[in-house]
């Protein structure tokens, strides 16, 4: 049995107004209130950061924001600053999802420059990696991820590491309703484990968290979290029910 805390985070991508997700922020944060051993974070969209914050600063649930950009201030058009994100309450940030990657461009020399911009400002990194469903069917599975570890933490040191959080998100699984198999998941996040301790040293490898990713509901996240590598869960739809996902947490 490992002493890494549990760890589940809510995606609430481009969904809610403030008002909605000060609704359910709430609502989730008295649903979960009891709960000792595990750590909670939701990730409204930017708007919504500031309030919802007020909303559960009381409580146990933590705040994290979807994305960053590396540089300090300046002309990006559209573009959120690590100080921004700290000034509205966050202490987590998600980086490298699959749908920045798809849809917006995002590399692993991109992601690389936004973990250093999160851990220099004292944010956690939650970062996402995974394969596509046409990698895994090439059977290029652990190479895909094996670039996008080292690729997107070259440079890093073991310190960095210390409070990181991965996420292994099949692409294919994220949204679909397919769902890597507990046996799939975890044969990943050994895979992972393993890799990270090639890189960072054994004490690293042994106290990071991997989280699994993808289409993860309250039917399966007990399976999924009996497995040994598999430390919580990145949750997106589901996250946006407040009972919903917190029978999710409930459950672990």
């Not at 979807?66 to 987590?92: D, H, L």
């Not at 670039?147 to 294919?172: F, N, R, T």
């Not at 106290?207 to 997106?236: C, F, H, Q, T, W």
């Amino acid at each position: 049995m490992n002493n890494r805390r549990p760890f589940i985070a809510g995606n609430w991508k481009m969904y809610k107004t403030s008002a909605e997700a000060v609704e359910t922020a709430k609502k989730l944060a008295g649903l979960v209130s009891g709960v000792i051993n595990i750590d909670v974070m939701i990730a409204p969209p930017f708007t919504a950061l500031s309030q919802v914050h007020e909303a559960i600063k009381e409580s146990s649930v933590m705040l994290g924001a979807q994305n960053i950009f590396w540089e300090k201030e300046g002309a990006y058009t559209g573009e959120i600053s690590p100080g921004m994100i700290v000034s509205s309450g966050c202490r987590y940030v998600i980086i490298g999802h699959s749908e920045r990657r798809q849809y917006f461009g995002e590399t692993d020399s991109t992601v690389n420059k936004k973990i250093r911009a999160a851990v220099n400002n004292d944010l956690v990194p939650v970062v996402c990696i995974g394969e596509t469903e046409k990698e895994r069917d090439a059977e290029h599975t652990f190479n895909i991820l094996d670039k996008q570890i080292k690729m997107g933490l070259e440079g890093h040191s073991p310190d960095d590491l210390q409070h990181m959080i991965l996420a292994y998100e099949p692409v294919w699984a994220i949204g679909t309703g397919k769902t890597a198999t507990s046996v799939q998941a975890q044969e990943v996040h050994r895979f992972l484990r393993s890799l990270i301790e090639d890189l960072f040293g054994k004490k690293i490898a042994g106290s990071i968290r991997i989280l699994y990713g993808g289409s993860v509901k309250p039917e399966n996240i007990g399976e999924l979290m009996s497995m040994p590598d598999i430390d919580g869960a990145l949750v997106g739809g589901a996250s946006l029910d407040a009972e919903k996902f917190a029978s999710i947490i409930n459950q672990i």
